[in-house]
């Protein structure tokens, strides 16, 4: 079985930064792509960014030059930097994985969600 932890969301003026965290654990044998997602009230869930096992990316138009997502393969974690943040920033994220498990499942899994609130 494999489980993601997110972290870092909160409370955060308008202009300001955070940083998210989601690290995998339990039965991994190798993680393939990782990315952020978002979900805000009354609307449905979008994809923020992407990255492979290499390091390519891809973010959503919205998020480009002001988020930057990056991966350590070695703690099987993936982060957000998130910069200049604007309140229609404010969404619960969700970290995703699609990975093979030690008994060669493929398994594509969700974090619980953290989330991010901007004030105007």
């Known amino acids: 079985q494999v489980q993601l932890v997110e972290s870092g969301g909160g409370l955060v003026q308008a202009g300001g930064s955070l940083r998210l965290s989601c690290a995998a654990s339990?039965?991994?044998?190798?993680?393939?792509?990782m990315g952020w997602y978002r979900q805000a009230p009354g609307h449905q869930r979008e994809l923020v960014a992407t990255?492979?096992?290499?390091?390519?990316?891809n973010y959503a138009d919205s998020v480009k030059g002001r988020f930057t997502i990056s991966r350590d393969n070695a703690k099987n974690t993936v982060y957000l930097q998130m910069n200049s943040l604007k309140p229609e920033d404010t969404a619960v994220y969700y970290c995703?994985?699609?990975?093979?498990?030690?008994?060669?499942?493929?398994?594509?899994?969700w974090g619980q969600g953290t989330l991010v609130t901007v004030s105007s």
């Open positions: 995703n994985a699609a990975a093979y498990t030690v008994s060669w499942a493929y398994v594509d899994i």
């Open positions: 339990g039965s991994i044998f190798r993680i393939n792509d």
């Open positions: 990255i492979t096992s290499g390091g390519s990316t």
